[in-house]
């Protein structure tokens, strides 16, 4: 079946320091999705890429879709303490039964100020 | 965004008993909901894909006797933990697809429900 793999598992960084997450997908995508979660909260959607080679930027957020659609990464510029959270992507995949979205093991960043 | 209601958040049973937690899409129709459990500091685990009007579609591993998932409407899904065990103790999340039509789908989860079984 489709897996999802995300590196790192964990990420200390000082504030201000810049952060990346990888994604990688054993098969190629119809979308992908990054969420965050808060410690104690549930996931909230952040962006989805669709487009081959996409990138889009949220202020300080990076997100690159790659060219084969398989892989995707999200890279913070000067972290700062309130990026704390893990860092989940999702593959996105068109099947006869409906969409489906498999989850990376996520990335946990932790900022210390 | 959308909302999607996820009731209750924390629960505590005795071992043995049966718990149902619900799933709500407020102002959507969602004619799919995802059910997961998470570990501390682990990764969404899918439990299984609840179609509204037709049986889940449970994941590898994962007991449909014990996990009971009902999808009777377009904005409601439960998912019933019974004969609860220790073991069961979990995060578990709801999410719902606000469209279906590839590849603009987006999941909106739920708050999720702390099970803490004695």
């Known amino acids: 079946g489709q897996q999802v793999m995300q590196i790192p598992q964990y990420q200390h960084v000082q504030e201000g320091e810049d952060f990346t997450t990888y994604c990688n997908s054993s098969?190629?995508?119809?979308?992908i999705q990054w969420y965050k979660q808060r410690p104690g909260g549930h996931p909230v959607f952040l962006i989805q890429?669709?487009?081959?080679?996409e990138v889009k930027k949220q202020k300080r957020l990076t997100f690159q879709f790659g060219e084969a659609k398989k892989n995707s990464s999200l890279h913070i510029t000067a972290t700062q303490t309130t990026d704390v959270g893990t860092y989940f992507c999702?593959?996105?995949?068109?099947?006869?039964?409906?969409?489906?979205?498999?989850f990376g093991e996520g990335t946990q960043l932790t900022v210390n100020p | 965004g959308a909302v999607v209601s996820q009731h209750p958040s924390r629960v505590i049973c005795k071992s043995g008993t049966s718990v149902k937690i619900e799933c709500r899409s407020l102002?959507?129709?969602?004619?799919?909901m995802f059910w997961y459990r998470q570990f501390p500091k682990q990764s969404l685990m899918l439990m299984a894909t609840?179609?509204?009007?037709?049986?889940?579609?449970?994941e590898q591993g994962v007991e449909k006797d014990k996990f009971l998932i009902n999808h009777a409407s377009l904005t409601l899904s439960t998912l019933t933990v019974t004969s609860a065990h220790p073991e069961d103790s979990s995060f578990y999340i709801c999410?719902?697809?606000?469209?279906?039509?590839?590849?603009?789908?987006?999941?909106?989860f739920g708050q999720g429900t702390r099970l803490t079984v004695v």
């Open positions: 609840s179609n509204e009007g037709s049986k889940a579609t449970y």
């Open positions: 102002d959507f129709q969602a004619t799919t």
């Open positions: 999410s719902a697809l606000d469209r279906i039509e590839p590849p603009g789908t987006e999941a909106f």
């Open positions: 890429l669709v487009k081959s080679g």
């Open positions: 098969t190629t995508l119809s979308n």
């Open positions: 999702a593959g996105g995949k068109w099947e006869t039964s409906g969409s489906r979205l498999t």
